[in-house]
């Protein structure tokens, strides 16, 4: 495990998948990196289209996330691995609602396997006020 607890931080990152700077909130640690899921301005057509997977997509609102430019989409259905290098520049940490509805769309969202779908529960159940 990393030597910080970065659970629910917001760290503005270079994604080398996306060829592009994203937010991304680390949610379990794994060894030396974390899985993180990403920020994004725009809920994607996969999630929209689909309103079985509805529940894989968190709003994060500008109003009570100040380092936002617009309101937001947490996707929950493909979490990143990141290493603490490429979580230097921290903006936030999502509000307590929205780390309540991330606890809840990782236990929902079927997208994401049994076993990391698990192991992400038992870590945010110590770290979130259900």
């Known amino acids: 495990m990393t030597g910080v607890d970065r659970t629910c931080h917001v760290y503005r990152t270079f994604v080398e998948q996306l ?19 990403l920020i994004n301005s725009l809920s994607p057509q996969f999630i929209e289209t689909r309103p ?18 617009h309101d937001s989409y947490l996707i ?26 991330l606890y809840l769309a990782v236990d929902a969202c079927e997208l994401l396997t049994e076993r990391v779908r698990k192991a992400m529960l038992l870590h945010l159940h110590s770290r979130v006020s259900l």
């Open 19 to 37: 060829s592009k700077e994203k937010y991304a909130v680390p949610i379990l640690p794994y060894g030396n990196l974390w899985y993180c899921f």
């Open 52 to 69: 079985e997977l509805h529940p894989c997509r968190i709003t994060v609102h500008l109003a009570t996330h100040s380092f936002l430019l």
């Open 76 to 101: 929950v259905n493909k979490p990143i691995r990141l290493s603490d290098d490429d979580l230097t520049t921290p903006v936030g940490r999502l509000n307590s609602s929205c780390q309540q509805k």
